[in-house]
C-alpha cells in the first residue's frame, strides 16, 4: 500500500510541513492526539486534528511568516503529554516537562544568544541574600552580573533573574551588546523568584517587594559591584509576565530610583480583570521614567499589553512599544530583550 503523500511529506521534512502561510502538523496512529500550543492557550482550547486518511491526522496552523511556536500533543482522554516523533527540537518548561517549537521560514533564533569569539565577557557571581521577612523564605538567590568594563556603571535589576539567565542567557546577550556598542556598559542584579506560588504574591504589587529590592539586594550588588550613584540617572528594572507588570508598579512607586522599566508580556489586564498597575498608571502624577514593552502576537496577554501602551501614551510616558510574532515563553523574550535593551541603554 503506498504511503500517503502528507506522510511521506512529514517523514521527510519533520512536523510541522510548511506551505505558504500554513504549518501542518502530521500525526500516524489510530487515534488522534489533541494539539496545545502557544496561539491556543495551551490547555484552556486543545485542538482536534481531522483525519486525513486512513491512521493519520493533522492540524493546519495559520501564521506569521516570522513565527515561533511551541506546541504539545497531549492524549484526548487523560491529557498526558506524548512525544511528537517527527519533531525532535524541544525546549524545557519545567521539572520534565517540554515544548516541542519551530520557527516559520522567516523566523529564527537572535544571533545574540551565541558569545562572540573573541570579545570580553561579563562574569556572573551567585549570592545567597537575606531577605528580612521582605519575601518567602529566609534567603534569596541572586546573580549578580559584572560587566567586562571597569568603570562604574548603572545598575539594572531583573525580576525572574534565574530563569533569564538559564533560558534567556540574558548574561550572553549583553556581553554581546556592549561588545559591538550597542548598548553602555551596565551591571545587573538578577534575582531568582520564590517558587510557583511565592511568585504569583510578590510580583502582584507586594509593597514588601520593593523592600526586598532596596533593603536586601541593594546592599549586595552596591558591595560587590561598581556601580553609578542613583542620582546620577536611576537604575533600571525589568521582568516577564507578572514580573512585567511589577517591574512598572515598581518604577511607578519608586521613581527617585528605578527610572528605566523594560516590560515584556506584562500581566496588566485580563477579560475580566484590571491589576491595580493600571490604577496607578491611570490616577499618579506621570513620573520621569522610560518604558519598554513588547509582547506576542500569538498569546492572550496581547490586548491588555495594547491597552496599557495606550493608556501611558495618553498619559504622557516616555514608552516604546513592540510586537513579536510568538507566544508567552522565554524563546520569544530571549529573542526580542536586546531591542528593549537597545531603547534604554543605547549608546
Not at 114 to 119: A, R, S, T, V
Not at 182 to 189: D, E, L, T, Y
Not at 298 to 305: H, P, V
Amino acid at each position: 500500500m503506498p504511503t500517503h503523500p502528507l506522510l511521506a511529506r512529514a517523514r521527510s521534512l519533520g512536523n510541522p510541513i510548511i506551505d505558504g502561510d500554513l504549518a501542518t502538523l502530521v500525526w500516524q496512529g489510530t487515534s488522534p492526539p489533541h494539539v496545545i500550543d502557544d496561539l491556543h492557550n495551551w490547555d484552556e482550547a486543545p485542538q482536534k486534528m481531522l483525519r486525513a486518511g486512513a491512521a493519520l491526522w493533522y492540524l493546519s496552523i495559520s501564521l506569521p511568516a516570522d513565527a515561533y511556536l511551541e506546541y504539545a500533543f497531549i492524549e484526548s482522554r487523560t491529557s498526558k503529554r506524548i512525544p511528537d516523533p517527527l519533531n525532535p527540537n524541544q525546549v524545557r518548561k519545567g521539572a520534565g516537562v517540554y515544548n516541542h517549537y519551530f520557527y516559520m521560514p522567516e523566523g529564527k533564533p537572535s544571533p545574540l544568544v551565541l558569545p562572540i569569539k573573541g570579545i570580553e565577557h561579563g562574569t556572573v557571581t551567585r549570592h545567597s541574600v537575606p531577605t528580612l521577612d521582605f519575601a518567602v523564605g529566609t534567603q534569596r538567590t541572586v546573580y549578580l552580573y559584572h560587566p567586562p568594563v571597569k568603570k562604574s556603571v548603572p545598575l539594572l535589576f531583573v525580576y525572574d533573574g534565574a530563569d533569564y539567565l538559564r533560558q534567556a542567557k540574558l548574561n550572553v546577550i549583553v556581553d554581546n551588546l556592549i561588545a559591538e556598542k550597542r548598548i553602555r556598559p551596565f551591571a545587573m542584579a538578577m534575582i531568582q523568584n520564590g517558587g510557583a506560588a511565592a511568585r504569583s504574591v510578590e510580583y502582584s504589587c507586594a509593597e514588601s517587594t520593593l523592600g526586598l529590592l532596596t533593603e536586601c539586594v541593594l546592599p549586595v550588588a552596591r558591595e560587590n559591584l561598581n556601580l553609578e550613584p542613583i542620582k546620577k540617572g536611576g537604575y533600571g528594572i525589568m521582568g516577564a509576565s507578572l514580573g512585567g507588570s511589577m517591574a512598572l508598579i515598581t518604577a511607578l512607586r519608586m521613581p527617585e530610583v528605578f527610572r528605566k522599566v523594560l516590560s515584556q508580556s506584562g500581566a496588566f489586564i485580563a477579560p475580566d480583570y484590571q491589576y491595580v498597575v493600571v490604577d496607578l498608571v491611570r490616577h499618579f502624577p506621570t513620573p520621569d521614567i522610560d518604558i519598554w514593552m513588547d509582547t506576542g502576537r500569538l498569546e492572550w496577554l496581547l490586548d491588555g499589553n495594547r491597552q496599557m501602551f495606550a493608556l501611558l501614551k495618553g498619559k504622557n510616558y516616555r514608552v516604546k512599544y513592540n510586537e513579536f510574532a510568538a507566544g508567552h515563553n522565554y524563546t520569544a523574550w530571549r529573542n526580542d530583550v536586546a531591542h528593549g535593551l537597545e531603547y534604554l541603554y543605547g549608546k
